[in-house]
């Protein structure tokens, strides 16, 4: 039984630069969703997919931001021209678009990507 | 008014105690309440779901949810060192986005 998994899990770039990160959900979950989490907070909803169809985008923090999931399996968000603000961790998570057996539709994270933007 | 509201902490509590931790939420449309735990550097970890009023028990953990008051209780019971963490309150709206509070740290001492 695997996880999602999220790569890079670390990564360093200087301002300016693009970035992109990769989540794989769980293999049977047709919803995943992204988040940012900063030091001493919440995690903070970016976007989510249900299948390929991205239904919410409204949170993306600007638009250098983007992400994908062009067969409705793996998703990518990219950052481009990077700022020393997005420093951050970027969380993926996915569920079942049913609430399943106990009646609650329940999102399970992933690992994470640190990002520092120097 | 944040819209998950959670103390900060830390909360301090001797192993085998109960740690109390305490969430409410502005939105009366919300539908599903969760607790995650996260260790610090890690993601957050799910341990509890509730969506009906009253209490929900798996293990060491007990959930309460008052929708009347707006509010989402986690207890812990015979707390271990292990149990040291941020715990985070999310809820479900009902627009398939979690939100969540700022989580309230945990401190269990041996």
């Known amino acids: 039984d695997t996880g999602v998994s999220q790569n890079p899990r670390h990564k360093i770039t200087k301002r300016g630069q693009n970035v992109t990160f990769r989540c794989d959900p769980i293999s049977e979950h047709n919803r995943l969703y992204w988040y940012r989490q900063t030091l001493g907070q919440g995690p903070e909803f970016l976007t989510y997919f249900q299948n390929e169809a991205q239904l919410e985008k409204s949170r993306l923090l600007s638009d250098r931001f983007s992400a994908e999931r062009p067969k409705g399996s793996f998703s990518t968000l990219e950052i481009q021209r990077t700022e020393q603000g997005d420093s951050a961790m970027y969380l993926c998570a996915s569920s079942l678009g049913l609430a399943g057996e106990s009646g609650v539709e329940t999102q399970y994270f992933g690992p994470g990507t640190r990002l520092l933007v120097l | 008014q944040k819209e998950v509201e959670q103390n900060s902490g830390p909360l301090s509590v001797p192993e085998g105690a109960i740690a109390s931790l305490n969430c409410t939420y502005s939105d009366r449309g919300s539908q599903s309440f969760f607790w995650y735990r996260q260790y610090s550097g890690k993601s957050p970890e799910l341990i509890m779901s509730?969506?009906?009023?009253g209490d929900k028990e798996d293990g060491r953990f007990t959930a309460q949810l008052n929708k009347a008051s707006q509010y989402v209780s986690l207890l812990i019971r015979d707390s271990q060192p292990s149990d040291s963490a941020t715990y985070l309150c999310a809820v479900n709206t009902g627009f398939q986005k979690l939100v969540f509070g700022t989580g309230t740290r945990l401190l269990v001492s041996p």
């Open positions: 509730i969506y009906s009023n």
